[in-house]
Structures are given as structure tokens and as C-alpha cells.
């Protein structure tokens, strides 16, 4: 919007967003001025306070691009059977900063509807309001940046599932095979342990 030659105002976009005024003018501020180096300019029209930004135009948000990339391909968030190299534009930041600005700024029924809509799922009963917001923004921040490895689900489930039985079991998995020479140095002395069968060697 603020891109177009007829530019907006604090007022229209925060319509068009959801936000309110007062985090429409942080991310002006914030995230375009500070963190994106963007130049904004305004002026004093007939339908109020108009900003423009100056230079070259943004590449697309996250979700356009997005949108963009799933009508044809596979989605290049990591995590999710895609390119794996993928890294977020400072637009997509921006924009996801917005959103999770825009949380805190929402009803606690607002955030139960948002729940419902991103988990289909009603959220835990007695999940405090800073709680919701939190989740919902690891949820936005998994969109952007991409979410948890199939291999660190099931090791996670894993976890859960002993921790369950009482096991209290947080082994990684790494096994140190017979033989192996682990060295380290500490105050300027090197430490070599040797793995044996039954058990370590110094």
C-alpha cells in the first residue's frame, strides 16, 4: 500500500490489516524505518496523513509468495518436504512481525477464534491469554520460517512417550562405539579418554 503512488494512510491501512492505529505507526517506525532501512515519506493531504515509501519496490510477503509458490510446486519451507535452503525475505519478516504485533492488540475471544481456525481444535482449557499469544506466535513463526523436522517430531514423541512411562529417559540417541578416543583440552592441559567395552579409559 505504501508502494502505490497515492500511498496510505495510518487509517486505511490498519483496515485493510486488522491492526490498530497504534501498531500501524510501530511498524512504520519499527520494522520499515529501523530495521528495514525503508524511507518513508508523508504529507498532509485532503483525506489526512499520507505515507509513501521511497526506492525500489518490495518483494512480496510471505504469504503472497507463498500463494504464488503452492499453485505449482513444492512449498520451500523447511520441514515440510521442501527446499530446504530456503531463507525469509526481510518483506516476510516484516510482515510477520506485524501479525505477531497484532496478537497482543487482539481479544482473548479473538485469540480462541484464531486458535480454532489455525488448529481446528479448541485451545486447552486454561491456557492463559499470554499463553495463546505465544503459541500463536511460534505458529506464525513456524509459516515463515518453517516448522519442526519430521525426524525431531518423532524424537520428540519419543521423549514424550517415556517421559510418560516414568522413565525420565533424555538420551539424544548417540551411541560411542569401542575404540573411540574422545579428547579435550581444559587450562591448557589435553584430556584423552578412551571408550572401552565396559566402559572409559583415561
Known sequence: M?????GATVEEVASATGWQRHTVRGVFSGTLKKKLGLTIASAKEERGRVYRINGPAMKPSFHEASARRNSGGPSP???RGGD????PRSADIAKLEGDIIGLVDR???DLRLVWRQVHRTEPPPGLSRDLLIRALAHRLQEETHGGTSRA???RLQTLAREFEKGSGSSDPGIILRTGTTLVRQWRGHTHTVLVREEGFEL
Open 2 to 6: 505504501l508502494r502505490r503512488s497515492e
Open 77 to 79: 519451507v523447511p520441514g
Open 84 to 87: 530446504r535452503e530456503y531463507q
Open 152 to 154: 525431531q517430531q518423532r
Open 107 to 109: 481479544s482473548t475471544q
